[in-house]
């Protein structure tokens, strides 16, 4: 229930006011917002290091005499994470689940954080966090703020998620597997979806050339097709760029998914959407009972809209048989 919120110490361009460098820092403005396991590995470092140290202490983890963990150190425990998973696979009998080797070889950091900040910007508003969350690049808007999205560098992150988007192709192809395993389809753009669905290929991992990010963007430009998974909103955004009623720019290739509004012509749910949004209201009810009543009053209003939703989807989906 509820998000987690880490707050943190910066250092860097921390001053006081006659410009001095403040050596203890600051706590950040802007505070993480985490998901469980995330919390949970920061309970299990606490456990490792004595109260008031540093989670990455060096000599907790190293054995050395001061400092933490520097990038070579990080290294080394990527690696170690990979041997243990890998055993742990095998020991399991789960072949799927082994991490193969790098063409590009051993994973460091840089990389790391690269693949992190990828599965943060394929989220809504993923861009967003990242531009808040990490903090030290540069922030800047580009050509693609059409879609009002904070990003970090011209041409980084977002060449990656064209690339990427255009290739996984992975919420068209979950929707053909929901409909091939019998699943009711519903909403204004059913029929579009469909198409989608019958179309992309499933990705199943290939390292393109750069110059594919010309494909990909063309890939996405094909306005009405192209899929988009909205699991905050709980249903799938066949994104038309003139029927959008969360307002993108008129060259934008993706909606403003953190902005999706009720009503919207390019919603579509499967039964699973629809058991989603019948569990809910449970939890928005539950905490609604312990807020102060204004905010609870709004959250009960939001748990009776989503359940709404889903009787919606009951009397009106139809299988993908019925509908071709
Ligand atoms: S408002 Fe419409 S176009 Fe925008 S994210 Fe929601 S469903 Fe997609």
């Known amino acids: 229930m509820g998000r987690h919120l880490i707050r943190a110490r910066h250092f860097k361009n921390v001053t006081d006011t006659d410009g001095h460098h403040v050596s203890a820092g600051e706590i950040c403005n802007v505070p993480w917002?985490?998901?469980?396991?995330?919390?949970?590995?920061?309970?299990?470092?606490?456990?490792m290091v004595p109260d008031g140290e540093h989670l990455f202490a060096a000599t907790h983890h190293f054995g050395k005499d001061t400092g933490v963990l520097q990038a070579g150190g990080l290294n080394l425990r990527i690696k170690d994470f990979i041997t243990w998973a890998?055993?742990?696979?095998?020991?399991?009998?789960?072949?799927?689940?082994?991490?193969?080797?790098?063409?590009?070889?051993?994973?460091?950091?840089?990389?790391?954080?690269?693949?992190?900040?990828?599965?943060?910007?394929?989220?809504?508003?993923?861009?967003?966090?990242?531009?808040?969350?990490?903090?030290?690049?540069?922030?800047?808007?580009?050509?693609?703020?059409?879609?009002?999205?904070?990003?970090?560098?011209?041409?980084?992150?977002?060449?990656?998620?064209?690339?990427?988007?255009?290739?996984?192709?992975?919420?068209?192809?979950?929707?053909?597997?929901?409909?091939?395993?019998?699943?009711?389809?519903?909403?204004?753009?059913?029929?579009?979806?469909?198409?989608?669905?019958?179309?992309?290929?499933?990705f199943e991992g290939r390292i393109v050339p750069r110059t594919f990010v010309n494909k990909a963007r063309a890939y996405l430009a094909r306005d009405g097709i192209v899929l988009f998974d909205n699991p905050?909103?709980?249903?799938?955004?066949?994104?038309?760029?003139?029927?959008?009623?969360?307002?993108?720019?008129?060259d934008a290739n993706a909606p403003r998914q953190y902005d999706c509004r009720p009503g919207c012509a390019n919603t579509v749910?499967?039964?699973?959407?629809?058991?989603?949004?019948?569990?809910?209201?449970?939890?928005?009810?539950?905490?609604?009972?312990?807020?102060p009543p204004p905010v609870g009053r709004r959250?009960?209003?939001?748990?009776g809209r989503l359940r709404a939703a889903a009787g919606t989807h009951d009397s009106t989906s139809q299988t993908a048989e019925a509908l071709r």
């Open 33 to 47: 917002v985490a998901i469980a396991p995330v919390v949970n590995a920061i309970r299990v470092l606490e456990q």
């Open 86 to 202: 890998n055993r742990e696979a095998a020991a399991r009998d789960l072949t799927g689940q082994h991490i193969p080797d790098d063409p590009h070889g051993p994973m460091q950091a840089g990389r790391f954080r690269r693949t992190l900040a990828w599965h943060i910007a394929r989220r809504p508003g993923g861009l967003v966090a990242l531009a808040i969350q990490y903090g030290h690049m540069r922030t800047v808007l580009d050509a693609r703020t059409s879609s009002r999205y904070g990003t970090r560098s011209r041409g980084g992150i977002h060449t990656v998620l064209d690339v990427e988007t255009a290739l996984a192709a992975d919420t068209a192809a979950r929707l053909r597997d929901r409909l091939a395993a019998g699943e009711h389809i519903s909403g204004p753009a059913t029929q579009r979806a469909l198409t989608a669905a019958a179309h992309v290929p499933r």
């Open 232 to 250: 905050d909103a709980l249903l799938i955004c066949a994104f038309k760029r003139d029927s959008a009623l969360c307002e993108p720019d008129p």
């Open 269 to 291: 749910r499967t039964d699973t959407h629809a058991r989603l949004l019948r569990a809910r209201p449970d939890e928005l009810d539950h905490l609604a009972d312990r807020l």
């Open 299 to 303: 959250l009960r209003t939001n748990a």
